[in-house]
């Protein structure tokens, strides 16, 4: 295996923390007095990584146990007076998150509860580990929070622009369009002279499409984009261009951290102590039971070696990649169970019995019951009736035409089970005076009854609300029943609201919103 400081470990980003970099000084936690310290990595962000030495328990050489912590970004730059002050505000927080980060990577754990190093874990990591740990436990714990407790802010999530060298039309492009899907030549956003897009940049959307070349990315760096020269230095996010951005602090999140870092390292302490499994067994165990069955090329992954043409790989992949192609063939499994499950579910919603006919005693009973509504009614919500006679919900249809109904002014009719008979039965004419429509919940409603319900509300003059939760427009087929929905709607509606992750949607509906405010 390579050696941790060598070459970053690509698990996830925060273990860019093994970057190589050295330091050679630092600051105790408690004191603040400047301690040597060994050469330990530092990231690309220039997130230091300090080795203190502390005071411990015992005699002699005991009295001295090696702690080891990270700073991130905030409150690295702050200043008092000229004076540059280091206030350590994510110290907690960033600490815990790199002691779990090296553990995901370095450690492996057993249907015992254990946890143990993989094979080959160089000392140097095992040191940091227990050294992040050490002070965790130190200066971590929630009861025992003194005057000058560390702080447990962090910075979990920020504002994205935090000055011109974070700005993304800055830099070389190959792809440009509006938030409605309308591209935009290259040629008008590059060189001296742009044509800047009506609305602005935040009215597009960029970045690269595919491999850019790296003759046209040379040539980009060189070239104004949106009359912006690219940057080619970063200044730090406290640096001359940086400009006020937020930020979310989480105290829960890093207590959290925290303890989740405290309690793997204990189980790690506590499975060494009782002389556990060699991880490499652990591990070959977990994968077995993942449906692995070549044992010889198990071992031989867990070793770091590399398989023969035919042994288990059709080619040659270093450690990490062969842990990450079992891992998803294990997720394969997984993905199957609920794929069955989900069809084993959409059956028996097939299956299921229609809704119980003699609650309702008949169609005729329903006509009865719609047509004794009082005169002058502005209000009519019959959600989650499940009435399930056409000819009931013809009857009601036509005494909305009639003077008795014509007042209503909100209709509520979500999950009604309502279906592409129903709707064409119900829709003849709406009365005129409805501002307030509710059709939530009605997924089984296709193409052919949405666009009954465009030429329906097509109709209403004073409409002003239209419900369409959970109607199931994003799934595949209903795209072309919601364009013919938005065909029909009057441009004075005022809030449509609907669920959707369909993109194309979006775009129809900016399109259709764009032409009501050209209208009004």
């Known amino acids: 295996m390579r050696d941790a ?44 990584f300090w080795k203190v030495d502390g005071e411990g328990e015992g005699e002699g050489d005991a009295k001295k146990e090696t702690w080891v912590f990270w700073d991130d970004f905030l409150g690295q730059a702050d200043e008092f007076f000229g004076r540059k002050t280091e206030l350590a505000e994510d110290r907690l927080f960033s ?3 790199a002691v779990n980060t090296l553990m995901n990577v370095w450690t492996v754990g057993g249907r ?10 160089p000392e140097t990591v095992k040191k940091v580990i227990e050294g992040g740990a050490r002070w965790l436990r130190k200066y971590g714990d929630p009861k025992d929070r003194k005057p000058w ?52 940049l935040f009215s597009l959307t960029g970045g ?21 020269h690219t940057p080619k230095e970063f200044k730090g996010f406290n640096g001359d261009d940086a400009v006020g951005w937020p930020f979310w602090s989480s105290p829960a999140l890093t207590w959290v951290s925290v303890l989740l870092a405290l309690s793997r390292f204990t189980c790690l302490e506590e499975t060494g102590t009782r002389g556990g499994r060699e991880a490499g067994e652990v591990e070959m165990e977990e994968l077995r039971e993942a449906g692995e069955e070549n044992s010889d090329s198990m071992r031989k992954i867990l070793k770091g070696e590399a398989l023969a043409e035919g042994e288990g790989w059709t080619e040659q992949e270093d450690y990490w990649s062969q842990r990450s192609r079992l891992c998803r063939e294990a997720l394969k499994s997984v993905d199957a169970s609920i794929q069955a499950a989900s069809t084993e579910a959409e059956r028996e919603e097939e299956e299921r019995e229609p809704p119980d006919e003699t609650f309702w005693g008949g169609p005729l009973s329903v006509r009865t019951l719609f047509s004794a509504f009082p005169p002058r009614l502005e209000e009519l919500f019959l959600d989650n ?8 919900w013809r009857a009601l249809g036509v005494l909305l035409e009639t003077e008795r109904l014509s007042r209503i002014r909100k209709l509520g009719l979500s999950y009604c089970q309502l279906n592409d008979s129903t709707v064409s039965a119900l829709a003849r ?11 939530s919940g009605n997924p089984k409603v296709s193409v052919k009854g ?24 994003a799934s595949e087929g209903r795209f072309e029943a919601f364009c013919s929905l938005f065909s029909g709607l009057p441009p004075h509606l005022v809030k449509f609201i609907y669920d959707t992750r369909n993109l194309a949607v979006w775009v129809v509906v900016q399109q259709k919103f764009e032409r009501m405010m050209r209208l009004q």
């Open 385 to 392: 009736s499940c009435v399930p006679f056409v000819d009931a």
């Open 429 to 439: 004419r709406q009365p005129s005076s409805l501002t307030w429509l509710n059709l």
């Open 450 to 473: 949405w666009r009954v319900v465009g030429r329906a509300v097509e109709d209403l003059p004073d409409l002003r609300l239209l419900r369409l939760d959970e109607c199931v427009f």
């Open 112 to 121: 015992d509860s254990g946890c143990a190093f993989v094979e080959g874990t």
């Open 149 to 200: 407790a560390f702080s447990t802010g962090n910075a979990f999530f920020s504002g994205s622009f935090k000055g011109s060298t974070g700005l993304p039309f800055a830099y070389p492009g190959n792809f440009y369009r509006y938030l409605n899907g309308t591209m935009i030549e290259r040629e008008r956003v590059e060189g001296d002279k742009p044509d800047i897009p009506r609305g602005g």
């Open 5 to 48: 400081l060598e070459a970053p470990l690509r698990v996830n980003a925060t273990n860019y923390l093994l970057r190589e970099a050295r330091v050679t000084t630092a600051v105790t936690a408690k004191q603040g007095r400047k301690v040597k310290g060994d050469a330990l990595p530092r990231n690309d962000l220039g997130v230091p």
């Open 208 to 228: 690269v499409k595919g491999v850019m070349p790296r003759e046209e990315f040379e040539h980009g760096l060189e070239i104004k984009h949106f009359g912006m």
């Open 95 to 97: 600490t815990a998150q």
